[in-house]
């Protein structure tokens, strides 16, 4: 795979990237609102030893107290300094909480110490480091005194008092953030990278060719400017493999697209041909919502006799074309589609019309194709790109079974997939 390949995979994924995105950055937010918030602060000193004054001596004693050194950063943070430290302030914790707090190191080669000791108030940091500081020395001068009344072998001097600290040191809330974003957009790559491969979302032509045991009639894709160009392309072969005067149209989908079967309907009275279109559509999404959505007088009295069919038809002078609408339908509707009086009705419309374009439910939805479509001379599928799946598809068929499928349409709408998904709440 190359980089177009995941540039393409994010475009079409990008809402797994952003959702694990804000996770990560919820959960980073609500990691470092459970940090308490601590102060540093940190005292110097010098060690140095009681020497002669010659250069030697000097020498001499400077190698002496970096080796005192070492000893002493472990003084510095002992129990015992930890419990003289409590003594003096009266502090309420453990010698083992005050030792936690507290860290000395020494810069190489040098006989500096520095203590550095954490607290969560600016003013507990600069009091705590200051009485470490002056009990370390303390305890120095009691193990370095030989003699009763002597000065002491070495002597610890302080160069920098602890001051209250400017601004807190923890927690490092933008490093923190840092990493959940990292996190997020790694974590969300790789969702995004696996769900798009184990993806079965038919979004091609050529992903829906290899799934089709018949051929692609029509790719038409809704808004762009070749959609009214492919629908021709589609009464083109219609016509031309074979007698086109009475076209079944169903969805291969979970939902009904009926605007296939209105802009094929239209590309047919473009030519001066007589056509009309029936709303079969017993799952209440057909085409004839949109020119008759209250009618009662539709194909649903017709088939009860409610109703002769001169009167359920409805004029679309925008399309050109004559709708028998779906009307009131009710549980008796879908057999009445599979009985002898659709029929009828079906047979009196071919003699009026040159086309007769007749629009069901999708066929997992309802068996009103299965019946309709040994009456129709070509049934085509409708499959909705980027919204079904192969399994889906192939379940489709199964459930087709038998019946004659001419072929299919590949059909996209506009948008993506959010917009596609909040449309379709709202209906």
Known sequence: MGLIDYWQIARRRWIIIAAVVVLCLAGAFGYLSTLPTTYVASSSMYVSMATGTSVNDSYQGGLAAQQRVRSYLDLATS????????DELG?????????GRIKAFSPPATTNIIVTVQTSTAEGARDLANAVVAQFRRLIDELETIQRDAAPAARVTVV??????AAPSGPQGKRILALGLLAGLALGCAAAFVRDRTDRTLRTSTDLEAALPVPILGIIDAGRPGAADETRRLRTRLLRDG?????????????????????????????????VLIDADTSGNGSSSAVAPNQ?????????GAAPVPEALTAWSQHGITVLPLGNADDQTPDLLASDRFATVLEKLRTDYDHVLVQTAPVTRAADAIALAPLCTQTIGVVLLGSTSAPQLRGALATFGDNKLTGAVAYSKPGNRLQRLSGRLRL
């Open 243 to 275: 007698e086109a005067r009475t076209v079944l149209l169903t969805s291969l989908s979970s939902r009904s697209e009926p605007e296939v079967a209105v802009a094929l309907a239209k590309s047919f009275a473009d030519t001066g041909s007589k056509v």
């Open 79 to 86: 129990a015992t300094v930890a419990k003289r430290v409590i």
């Open 91 to 99: 502090l309420e914790m453990s010698v083992a909480e005050v030792q």
């Open 160 to 165: 920098d008092r602890a001051e209250v600290p």
């Open 296 to 304: 009662s007088a539709g194909l649903a009295a017709v088939l009860r």
